[in-house]
T-cell receptor
Framework: DVKVTQSSRYLVKRTGEKVFLECVQD?????MFWYRQDPGLGLRLIYF???????EKGDIPEGYSVSREKKERFSLILESASTNQTSMYLC??????????????FGQGTRLTVV | DQQVKQNSPSLSVQEGRISILNCDYT??????FLWYKKYPAEGPTFLIS?????DKNEDGRFTVFLNKSAKHLSLHIVPSQPGDSAVYFC????????????????FGKGTKLSVKP
C-alpha cells in the first residue's frame, strides 16, 4: 500500500519561529510536492522537486524554502513563520512513468497555526 | 490566471440522484486529468483519471467525461450516497515537460458536494 507520511497532523507555532514540515514517501517516487489548502483557494503549489537536490518554485513560494537530500524525504521550511502562513499543508509524491501515469499520492496533511 | 477552474464552489444533491461536478481548463498542453476527493482534516485521495486520448472513463459509480474541444471535463456520480459528501478537486497535468517537471498537477479550487439522505 502506497504511503506518504507527514510528520505532524497539527502544529502551533509563534510568529517569527523557524518551522520544519517533514514528508516521507515509501514508493520510490521521483516527484514530490508541497501544497497549501485554504478555503476558497483550493490547493496551491508551493514548491516541487523532481529529483534529489532539485527543486522548482510553484505558484506561491514566497516565505518558504525546501530541502530534498534523499529521494524519500521532502522538507518544507518556513524561515520566519507569519500568521498568513496559517493553513493546511499537504505533501504529495508521484512518478512520471509512461503515458498519463502522473497520479499523485497525498499525505494526511499538517494543520499549521501561527499565533 | 487560473488554468483549471471549478466554477461551482458547492453542490447539493439528494441521495440516489446523480451528482455532476464540472471543471474547465485553459491550457491546451494538459493531456491528463484527475479527480480527487477530500474529507476535512485529511489529505486528498485519488478518485478517477482520464487521458486526453479518451473521452470517457468509468469506475463503478464514478464516470469522468472529457470534451477536449470545449476544454471541459465532468465527474458523474450515480447513484450519489451520503458518504460521497466531500470536496472534489479537479486536476490537470502535461506529460511533456511543460513549465517544470513532468507530473506537476494543477488543481482547481474545489467543489463541496453535499449528498442529503
Amino acid at each position: 500500500d502506497v504511503k506518504v507520511t507527514q510528520s505532524s497532523r497539527y502544529l502551533v507555532k509563534r510568529t517569527g519561529e523557524k518551522v520544519f514540515l517533514e514528508c516521507v514517501q515509501d514508493m520510490d517516487h521521483e516527484n514530490m510536492f508541497w501544497y497549501r489548502q485554504d478555503p476558497g483557494l483550493g490547493l496551491r503549489l508551493i514548491y516541487f522537486s523532481y529529483d534529489v537536490k532539485m527543486k522548482e518554485k510553484g505558484d506561491i513560494p514566497e516565505g518558504y524554502s525546501v530541502s530534498r537530500e534523499k529521494k524519500e524525504r521532502f522538507s518544507l521550511i518556513l524561515e520566519s513563520a507569519s500568521t498568513n502562513q496559517t493553513s493546511m499543508y499537504l505533501c504529495a509524491s508521484s512518478s512520471p512513468t509512461g503515458r498519463g501515469a502522473t497520479e499523485a499520492f497525498f499525505g494526511q496533511g499538517t494543520r499549521l497555526t501561527v499565533v | 490566471d487560473q488554468q483549471v477552474k471549478q466554477n461551482s464552489p458547492s453542490l447539493s444533491v439528494q441521495e440516489g440522484r446523480i451528482s455532476i461536478l464540472n471543471c474547465d481548463y485553459t491550457n491546451s498542453m494538459f493531456d491528463y486529468f484527475l479527480w480527487y476527493k477530500k474529507y476535512p482534516a485529511e489529505g486528498p485521495t485519488f478518485l478517477i483519471s482520464i487521458s486526453s486520448i479518451k473521452d470517457k472513463n468509468e469506475d463503478g459509480r464514478f464516470t469522468v467525461f472529457l470534451n477536449k474541444s470545449a476544454k471541459h471535463l465532468s465527474l458523474h456520480i450515480v447513484p450519489s450516497q451520503p458518504g460521497d459528501s466531500a470536496v472534489y478537486f479537479c486536476a490537470a497535468s502535461a506529460r511533456v515537460n511543460y513549465g517544470g517537471s513532468q507530473g506537476n498537477l494543477i488543481f482547481g479550487k474545489g467543489t463541496k458536494l453535499s449528498v442529503k439522505p
